[in-house]
């Protein structure tokens, strides 16, 4: 609790500079907790989706049971991956004549490179929003340095005023000072944590969805390619 009141204290006897910055922190920190908690309760429920989906997949035989799965699943995190491939699919095999049942290799390539674009497109809408984060780690040590800097000049200034040097005079002012650096850390340490276990859970869920696209595309080739 002294402590606290200390530091309180410092902060309340702080320049306009340093308070500026840190309120900056503030907000960068709050920001960063509320990304980090909505991406943390948004990727759980795509990777429970995820499982339904790929336990849903294995026993997969006919194109029917594929599209019934798709329907099931269809306004999921996966069950967009297999709508997007699967209307793909019907472009292809749609001809003047009606449907046709076979795919050219020609077309197989371009349904596979379908899919892969499908894939890049959904993670890299997964990893919006992480690039605050990862800016976060960077630039929050350089603010609280920077009031640091600020603090330590007005110290030296004070100290030049009152030409005295002793530990009594030259104490607050450094501690208020050093306060923002500890700011800094405390607003880019968690973020880097969050950063890094955030990537985790796509490299996570992105293995879990090319698993998804396997699967699709095993039962795909062994039902339309000659």
Not at 8 to 26: F, G, N, P, T
Not at 74 to 82: A, C, D, W
Request: charged fraction near 15%.
């Amino acid at each position: 609790m002294i402590m606290g009141n200390a530091v309180w204290q410092l902060v309340s006897q702080a320049d306009a500079v340093s308070k500026s910055v840190l309120l900056i922190l503030l907000g960068m920190s709050i920001i960063c907790w509320t990304l980090f908690l909505y991406k943390v309760i948004t990727f759980r429920l795509k990777q429970k989706q995820l499982r339904v989906a790929l336990q849903s997949m294995r026993t997969l035989e006919t194109f029917e049971q594929l599209l019934a799965v798709s329907g099931a699943i269809n306004i999921t995190f996966p069950g967009y991956f297999l709508s997007h491939n699967l209307g793909f699919l019907k472009s292809l095999l749609r001809s003047t004549d009606g449907l046709k049942k076979t795919l050219t290799v020609a077309e197989w390539d371009a349904m596979q490179m379908h899919i892969a674009q499908t894939i890049d497109d959904m993670m890299h809408y997964q990893e919006q929003y992480l690039g605050f984060l990862n800016m976060t780690i960077a630039v929050a040590p350089l603010l609280g340095l920077f009031g640091t800097v600020w603090g330590l000049v007005h110290s030296f200034i004070r100290i030049s005023e009152l030409q005295n040097a002793d530990i009594i005079t030259v104490a607050p002012g450094i501690a208020e000072a050093l306060i923002t650096t500890m700011a800094g850390l405390l607003v880019a340490i968690p973020a880097a944590l969050m950063f890094f276990y955030l990537r985790a859970v796509i490299h996570s869920i992105e293995h879990q969805l090319t698993m998804i696209a396997d699967r699709t595309c095993w039962l795909l080739q062994r039902l339309f390619v000659i």
